[in-house]
């Protein structure tokens, strides 16, 4: 996982200072044999000894009582119990005879809609052994997760949707396994971090009632599966935890997220920032959360804008603009001609392009400067970052005007969302001492960028931080610390989550922050707005589209 | 069930003064109806509400959460939830859409090693609807339950030992479903009191440990199993419950029966004895409960004795011996000419010829005695109940001085373990102010002639009771009040269980006990020994057997 941009700087104390509590374990256990004296039965026996450990109570499947006596006759009474944290008890999963349990892994999955992210773990000791991502294999089904809802309507269409997501993680879950000389039949755990659409598609639950009013999940919170009950090619009880989550809006990417930065044990009052399609944002300490999501539209992830693309090889992350020449300097991520431009680029262009005095406050090209970059094209003004002959492609990569338009509502959209959350319980955003951005975006983006389009609150550059996955680091975190599944239980109860009304007054806030970088400058007193950036009239605001 | 002999009077007052709390029950439910206010996802809401009524922790099955939000559309929103009490929380069986949840029905077995008996129950009125007993479908495998134990350890011996019992639930069930009317997709719930051995065959858990020292069952108890996870065709979700052992010697169906007897809430001292080829004995109140069980023959159920049978139709159950005469008078079950005797008619027989003075108290037979009833058959002496011209059969029903030596070996066997059992809490019997005995044997007994045989202790007669199948009695109680649940649990905690330990001190007193009605007569106050049944030498002592 590429941690470059803001630095990494998670907190883990929490499982660092306890030691590790994985969610599975397979202690050592040399059981008294029996005699006249202590004829308890043969699984009452392996009972009473893992409660003499403190695991109790421990659940049997009732399917394999037989099995697991046999094991631990097999053993003579020395087994290795595999158990597992399930809830407010212990599930036995399996007995390995002998001395040694063997390996005992486990999987974390982030299920994203673009990508599923996937680390092995070793629960024995720790350690991390491999991680992969793979592109979600849903994409054929649509792009953007309403396109997949409607499909999943279809017959079959939700057996398809989740068969290719198992399918995906059968695959990937091999190749890491085998890589690492490993056994399927090891793994014993598998945590899953995703959205509420993809957590649904996961499980095979309908999504229809999450994209229409009032936006229903089938359930917020999950309970433990059995590796087997999804197919996953696995040990068959292993233990399968996904998320929960607090509403459509509002997945278990995000609660997996607060457990990874930790916002839930901090004393200074905080805030998560997941920017996507939508952008889902948590404020609060230790002593309250309160979370709000809204549409951005796709602009910030590389969507929708013309040239726009994901932060890969070929996209432009990182641009500067000579103010007297008008020249761009850029670079692209694996280096190379640029392809296209990612979120961050956008952000850093059009900062750049403000600066530079080729935007107006208002978002518009200004035609009146001499430069062979700035050019008017069948949609409308333009400003070309590369020339054809320096493009991978060979075609001019410009930005349009309408491309611009785009990004601004969506930075707009991400501001009146802070504002909103923060007027919510009466705090002001300078009371907010860290705001941890997530997502790949939280690893490209330059804050001070941010906030010259007026996208970021004005706020000293060291209150930001990216944090990358974090969905992806809290599931793995879980796996090694059973204590955050009642972590998780209480921060689902706990959150308040307001729905994001788009009424008149939010739409007026939105108005203004669609400026650049912003209606009322006194918002942003670090920017200093170049004379030539004051023309021509605004863009048609319109509250950007998201899903769910 | 046949209650005659002595009067049934089992105590429910835990039951009756609460009203009923069925192990299953379906409430109605007019959920609210999701909006942009209260947009809880469908299964929470579901969870809500009932969490509301009481019934909290609500456990998902996870294969079925897509299914029961379904049904939750399906009566859009207004549904009867099936919920059944599992452990300390509350599993969701299904959800019926609509106001009526239809028949919330039950089978309660009491899975005997002879017989099956089922009794069929309406978990919403209380209303026993039906009842039936059936031969154990084992029987063909091995009338004692040894035999099966080492037919199980054959090639799918195990499985085909399950199969055939499970196969007669699904025909017995079957059959009274439909001659009530009632579906089997109705049924939620089914409570199973078995002996140890019994309970695993039913769960298909392996019993070959049970019949060799030390005697360690695969478990002491059972999670919940689901009707599917053992092919019962019920509803497939239907909870099974097992009646838990506390030892190879202490089976579900004893605990069953201290459920029924209501043996741990009394404030007296208490005796449930239940008779078979093993005796069962359970002493004590409210405060403490301490078992032991040992083999006694199978005397006592009309086993092995030459024209012995058990209780059924051409039985002789009852008699009485003119000491003068020495003439007969008996009671054939269901009329007619007699094929046998049962064990109740044993002990009248006994009792009757020793009053008579036809036997000594070594439980020799009078040859001196001029009557055509002593004879001398080839292996030994006899006394004629009824003469060919009498019988069923045409033949002479003839009971030998070896059938008695048997049954005179039962009843010391008894008898000893009942003074073991009081001796080991330092009670004597006469403390013992209530007697409850079970079983078959129980319905027939007539105590006056067992205390005469020296069978049961010399105390006052209305200390005795038979409470017939309070196994069954037992599992069906449990169905209507799920917090038998709970006491059942406890219960199996504090038993405290004595192996018999067969030793010289033991050997001594089972050898009194042999003598009609004891060697020592102080015992037997209200026991007057005729003049001539002070006769010749004991019999051979040699405790009997018995079976796991």
Redesign the interface.
């Given at each position: 996982m590429k941690k470059d941009g803001i630095q990494w700087e998670i907190p883990r104390e929490a499982s660092r200072s306890r030691g590790l509590r994985p969610l599975v374990e397979a202690p050592f256990l040399r059981l008294p044999r029996?005699?006249?004296d202590d004829?308890?039965?043969?699984?009452?026996r392996l009972e009473r000894a893992l409660a003499q450990r403190g695991i109790t109570p421990l659940?049997?499947?009732?399917?394999t009582?037989?099995e697991m006596?046999?094991k631990v006759?097999e053993g003579d009474f020395e087994v290795c119990p595999v158990v597992g944290r399930e809830g407010d008890g212990w599930a036995l999963i399996d007995v390995v005879p002998g001395a040694s349990p063997g390996d005992v892994l486990g999987f974390a999955l982030d299920c994203g809609t673009s990508r599923l992210a996937f680390y092995l773990v070793d629960l024995a000791s720790g350690k991390r052994l491999a991680e992969r991502s793979v592109p979600n294999p849903q994409i054929p089904f649509g792009e953007d997760i309403l396109s997949r809802i409607v499909k999943a309507r279809r017959r079959d269409g939700l057996e398809a949707l989740q068969r290719c997501l198992i399918n995906a993680c059968n695959e990937t879950t091999a190749a890491l396994l085998s890589e690492q000389g490993r056994s399927p039949s090891d793994v014993y755990a598998f945590t899953v971090a995703g959205n509420t659409t993809m957590s649904h598609f996961f499980?095979?639950?309908?999504p229809a009632?999450l994209c229409r009013?009032?936006?229903?999940?089938?359930?917020?919170?999950?309970?433990?599966?059995?590796a087997a009950?999804l197919g996953l090619a696995i040990h068959p009880r292993a233990l399968v935890y996904v998320f929960p989550n607090v509403?459509?809006y509002f997945g278990g990417d995000l609660i997996a997220g607060i457990v990874a930065c930790g916002l839930h044990h901090r004393e200074d009052l905080s805030m998560l920032v997941d920017v996507g399609t939508n952008a889902e944002v948590v404020l609060g300490n230790r002593d309250w959360l309160i979370a709000c999501a809204g549409a951005a539209g796709p602009a910030l992830e590389g969507g929708v804008v013309e040239r726009g693309m994901m932060a890969a090889p070929g996209a432009i992350d990182w641009i500067r603009i000579d103010p007297g020449s008008l020249e761009p300097t850029y670079r692209v991520i694996g280096g190379g001609k640029p392809v296209g431009i990612c979120g961050s680029g956008l952000i850093d262009l059009v900062a750049e392009m403000f600066m530079a005095g080729i935007l107006t406050i208002q978002g518009k090209i200004n035609t009146q400067l001499r430069s062979p970059r700035i050019v008017e094209l069948p949609d409308g003004p333009a400003y070309i970052v590369a020339f054809a002959d320096e493009t991978a492609d060979g075609m001019d990569l410009a930005v349009s005007e309408v491309d611009i338009g785009i990004l601004l509502k969506s930075k707009a959209a991400m501001y009146t969302i802070l504002n909103v959350i923060t007027r919510k319980v009466g705090v002001s955003l300078q009371d907010v001492k860290h705001i941890f951005i997530a997502g790949t975006f939280g690893n490209h983006i330059d804050p001070a960028m941010a906030i010259r389009i007026g996208m970021l609150p004005d706020l000293p550059l060291d209150t930001y931080q990216g944090v990358g996955n974090t969905a992806g680091e809290g599931a793995a975190m879980l796996l090694l610390d059973r204590e955050l599944l009642e972590v998780v239980e209480k921060l689902r109860t706990r959150i308040t989550y307001i729905?994001l009304?788009v009424n008149m007054e939010l739409m007026n806030e939105f108005r203004g922050a669609t400026f650049l970088p912003h209606t009322d400058p006194r918002l942003f007193p670090s920017v200093k707005i170049p004379e030539r950036a004051l023309g021509r009239g605004a863009l048609r605001e319109e509250w950007p589209r998201g899903g769910p």
């Open positions: 029996p005699n006249l004829n308890t039965a043969d699984l009452d659940r049997f499947d009732p399917r009582l037989g006596a046999g006759r499980l095979g639950l309908d009632n009013e009032p936006y229903i999940p089938v359930a917020n919170h999950f309970p433990f599966y059995r009950d509403g459509a729905e009304n």
